[in-house]
């Protein structure tokens, strides 16, 4: 060795210590080899979570295209024609106006009952239980309240289920009768 420690690390050596290095090199440590390792084997387990996670998400992607890019919630109704039904008569007149409720989930879902912020909305035909992609036609009756022309009146009428959290709700709009022309 020519006592170079450049020209024994080139070569792929460590340099032994030597005793008098003109305070250039006074120790060698392997603390080094130890960090390199453990550096080695965190990169390794890096790689096989990145691995790993890109299998999951290969497979949801496969699941969304499979479903249309939609995923179906397993309790989800719909309220046809619309949420939101519009109403017109002369004060007083009790008009019928059926909605429908259709289960576009994937679990079965039972309507309970009613809420209604006025007793001017009376649905009936309840309960009653929907199978996945199954629809019921809902009587309800609607007493319509005066109003003065260009004036609306909304009463919500909240649905009870047996699925905690979900309330749909239909409402329904009234507007004063056109005045015969």
Known sequence: MDGNPATA???????????????????????GTAAATSATGIQRWATIALAVGAIVFAGLALALLAN???????????????????????PGEWVETP??????????????????TCGCTVPSGLPATLAPGE??????RVQMIQLKEGETF??????????AGMVPVVSVVMSPQPAPG
């Open 99 to 116: 909605f429908t409720v259709e289960n576009t989930g994937t679990e079965s879902i039972s309507l309970l009952g009613y809420r209604v």
């Open 154 to 163: 909304q009463s919500n009428i909240y649905l009870t289920t047996n699925v």
């Open 9 to 31: 690390l080139s070569r792929g050596r460590v340099p032994e210590p030597e005793a008098n290095t003109g305070g250039m090199m006074a120790t060698v440590s392997t603390q």
């Open 68 to 90: 249309g890019f939609k995923p179906v919630p397993p309790h989800e109704v719909q309220i046809l024609p619309s949420a939101r039904i519009k109403v017109s008569a002369a």
């Open 135 to 140: 629809s019921v036609e809902l009587p309800m």
